[in-house]
C-alpha cells in the first residue's frame, strides 16, 4: 500500500494513521493505524492489518480478529 503525506515526515518503525480502502468495496475506506515500512521522497510504504467488527464466521469467510 502506497499513499502520500505531504506535510508530514513519518519515519520507519512509527505507526501513522492513513486512509486505507475497502479491498471489496473501492473508493470506500476508513482511517486505520498502520506501520511505516519506508519512506522515499513523498511515498510511504506502509502495512495495515485487516481489522474488523463483522462476524466473519456467519458466512463461512473466517473469524473475527
Given at each position: 500500500?502506497?499513499f502520500?503525506?505531504p506535510s508530514?515526515?513519518?519515519?520507519p518503525g512509527?505507526?501513522?494513521?492513513a486512509?486505507?480502502?475497502?479491498?471489496d468495496?473501492?473508493?470506500i475506506?476508513?482511517?486505520?493505524?498502520?506501520?511505516v515500512?519506508?519512506?522515499?521522497?513523498e511515498?510511504?510504504?506502509?502495512?495495515?492489518?485487516?481489522v474488523?467488527?463483522k462476524?466473519?464466521?456467519?458466512d463461512g469467510s473466517?473469524?473475527?480478529?
Open positions: 500500500m502506497g502520500t503525506m508530514c515526515d513519518p519515519k512509527e505507526i501513522w494513521l486512509y486505507v480502502e475497502f479491498l468495496h473501492p473508493g475506506g476508513k482511517v486505520r493505524p498502520v506501520f515500512i519506508d519512506v522515499e521522497s511515498m510511504c510504504i506502509a502495512i495495515a492489518a485487516k474488523t467488527s462476524d466473519l464466521s456467519a473466517g473469524t473475527c480478529v
